[in-house]
């Protein structure tokens, strides 16, 4: 069988050291997992150049929003966070569903930070709506506020908002202090983008999740964990989504985590050394 991970860029994806560990470990010989550059133009050529030995897709941006377009059928979960980063092979049709949610919630409860009382995002693309759906998986009842440096373009995840029935304000990130009363904040920023904000993430009693996870600990995670707050990063939500992908893919429900995390992070302190 095959699977494996499309985008664009797609070079720096975990997906394929992840899933093979995965499919070591399962004893899986008969399985490979791949990579190929894919742009939104080209998605559904590529579905459609697909034969009967394809189980799955892992999709990362810019084909999380385009997916659900071509899927055959979408789970609820991903129509109401607008957009799917996995495409599994049922009965000859293609299901988009979405396993960032599953990997936000199991990595943040890994961390024992699964039940905020409040929580504040930062940023408001796709990962801001599945983080959303996440912590309100997790128990979290009260408003979120969405923070990003421009409040105009926060349509879609205040979309997804109102699809997942959770009450969002939004307001811009410059206003960050006023925000940061609550038990978690969410960053959901590019790589370098939380940094400026870091002395102010310092002084609350907020912990911290943030979803980059190369280089790691970015500035904010290191100036969190230097005053006592918990810190995650995104590894074990990269981690986590994809031990649910490799379970839809497979229909295996025993997934090696721990060969899978071992995997990864051999991979990224490979990376993180100068060639």
Known sequence: MRAAVLGSPVSHSLSPVLHTAA????GLTDWSYGMHECGEEDLASFLAGLGGEWAGLSLTMPLKRRALDLA??????ARQVGGANTLVRRDGAWEGTNTDVAGIAAALAEAGMGAPRG????GAGATAASALAALRRLGLTSPVTVLARDPARTGEVAEAARRLGHPVGIAPLSELDEYLDVDLVVSSLPSGAADHHAGRLAASRADLFDVVYS???????TAVAARGGRVVGGFPMLLHQAVEQVRLMTGIEDVPVEAMRRAGEAELARRAVPA
């Not at 055959?72 to 979960?77: E, K």
Request: charged share 10%; net charge neutral; proline share 10%.
């Open 23 to 26: 499919h070591t470990a399962m």
């Open 72 to 77: 055959d059928t979408v789970t609820g979960l």
């Open 119 to 122: 929580a504040v995002i930062l």
């Open 215 to 221: 280089p790691w600990p970015t500035r904010a995670a």
